[in-house]
């Protein structure tokens, strides 16, 4: 038996079309890449974490991405670049604070190394050809940049994109920033775990489960089902 769905639930599914029309209006999703390893990456440590800090877009996504990677321990979103005291939404929405939508990476370099990490990042976490847009969304708190927390994660980060910049494996150059000796501050609450929380929301389904999809076909070797959340590590 077929059952015809309510009156409240077919408005409900028709919205999320519109929406998903309206978003692919806007803009389009990003694209992944298949792109080479990094060929300098940072030599193995004993150390059992280290942190990277990535802005790519919205950050519902990139943090979605990395926190299905092996490896990482803990993602969590937030805004980097400018002052604490402008680090929440509705500033930093006006894109004229100098913070980006970023996302915090703790991970074990003993199980993923920081260069791997930045090929998931160049691959399927954004596109590191626009700027001040991704998708939808447009502004420098968009910013494609890497806010590196020591000078070989800078050295690692520009080796790499002169690496992909030389072997053309983008339609055009990579603009991606670094930025160095920026503080990191955790998001407001309601925008930790987004993706896992809110599948069906058009945003999410649009922009960024393809995201995902594309990391499990990638980087199967690294990929894990379930995603690790900043809701079960505090």
């Given amino acids: 038996m077929t059952l015809r769905p309510s009156s409240t639930r077919r408005a409900a599914i028709a919205g999320s079309l519109l929406a998903l029309i309206g978003l692919a209006r806007q803009g389009r999703a ?4 298949v792109i080479p390893a990094p060929a300098a990456d940072e030599a193995p440590g004993v150390a ?3 942190v990277a800090v990535f802005a790519g877009g919205c950050f519902w996504g990139v943090q979605g991405v990395y926190q299905h990677v092996t490896g990482v321990l803990r993602a969590v979103s937030g805004y980097a670049g400018g002052e604490e005291k402008t680090a929440y939404y509705s500033a930093v929405g006006r894109g004229t604070t100098g913070h980006a939508e970023s996302v915090e990476v703790t991970f074990d370099p003993r199980l993923i190394s920081h260069g ?3 090929q998931i990042y160049f ?3 954004h596109d590191p050809t626009q700027l001040n847009r991704q998708g939808p969304d447009t502004g420098p708190q968009y910013r494609s940049t890497l806010f590196v927390r020591n000078a070989e994660q800078a050295r690692v980060a520009k080796a790499y994109i ?3 910049d030389a072997a053309k494996v983008f339609p ?3 603009v991606t920033t670094i930025e160095t000796d920026r503080a990191f501050y955790p998001a407001e609450d309601y925008h ?3 993706l896992t929380m809110n599948p069906t929301n058009p945003y999410i389904v649009y922009n960024d489960l393809p995201k995902i999809d594309e990391l499990k076909r990638l980087f199967a070797t690294v990929y894990r089902e379930k995603p690790v959340l ?4 505090g």
Avoid at 230 to 233: K, R
């Fill in 162 to 164: 002169a690496q992909l």
């Fill in 123 to 125: 691959s399927v976490a």
């Fill in 48 to 50: 059992a974490q280290e």
């Fill in 230 to 233: 900043v809701a079960a590590s």
């Fill in 116 to 118: 791997r990490l930045l």
């Fill in 172 to 174: 055009t150059r990579i």
């Fill in 30 to 33: 990003e694209v992944a890449h």
């Fill in 192 to 194: 930790q775990d987004y």
